[in-house]
């Protein structure tokens, strides 16, 4: 038991290479590894958007449809709403998505008007000539992301383009820092799911990268759409413990965030008398 308990109070941070975030020695080559993992991208301002957000004066484009998806918001099965989210499954509340909810943007489109690709992608996208795709798909739609933020890190697929720019390789493949300066100099865009996971608001600073598919460890970003049927890397025992173990206290928070609110407020009335 003892031992047992030692596992599960292990930080998840220190558990495999991939929950290391930017203490892992970043590969000096900007054209990725050959292990599938490539250098971070760190420090970089995200920023929230989502699956049918509305045109305003900050962010003038309408998101029912992305860079690769006119019919986005429809595929997705819905309006992604920020605010009114399930209890579990880091899911809008209203509906079951017909896509992966965890979805992320960056400022570079592959293509031009879905048809051409651009001229510089052969040279700056390392997986380009390993992925076969028909005429007018993106190599770049559907790409794995891991998002670390503080201890916390998942993943996520790369659905649209921004934020602001389309064309900004040098940052997005290259290691330059993003070109944007609106936004406190955003360069990525994070949906609600990613948000509610790793607990953070608009504005913070984050650290990401590209990830092969097979090593994409089990998460709830493989439980809607085609992730659900994407590779899943093997969990080892002891992962599955930590897994389940940190599964188990979001969902007793969750259940017992009132009690937990009111207690606390006791606790602090307690101190003043």
Known sequence: MKAFLSIVTVSIVSSSLYAQGPVVKTPTAARGSQKGIYPWRKNITATIFWIGEKPTEKNPTPNHASSWDTK???NYGGFDDPKNRAAVGYRPAGFIPKLNPFYIAL??????NHRYIKPEVPRV?????????????SCCKGRWVQVVWGKKYCFAQWEDCGPFHTDDWKYVFGGERPKNQKNNGAGIDLSPAVRDYLGLKSGAKVH??????NLIPHGPWHKYGTAAKAPVKKETEREKYIREMKELRALAAKQHAAKIA????????????
């Open 262 to 273: 009111k207690l606390d407020a006791l606790l602090e009335q307690s101190k003043r008398r």
């Open 107 to 112: 400022p570079y489109n592959d293509r031009h």
């Open 208 to 213: 990401w990268r590209f990830v092969d598919e």
């Open 125 to 137: 996208i390392s997986w380009y000539h390993l992925k076969h795709v028909q005429k007018g798909q």
């Open 72 to 74: 986005w918001q429809v």
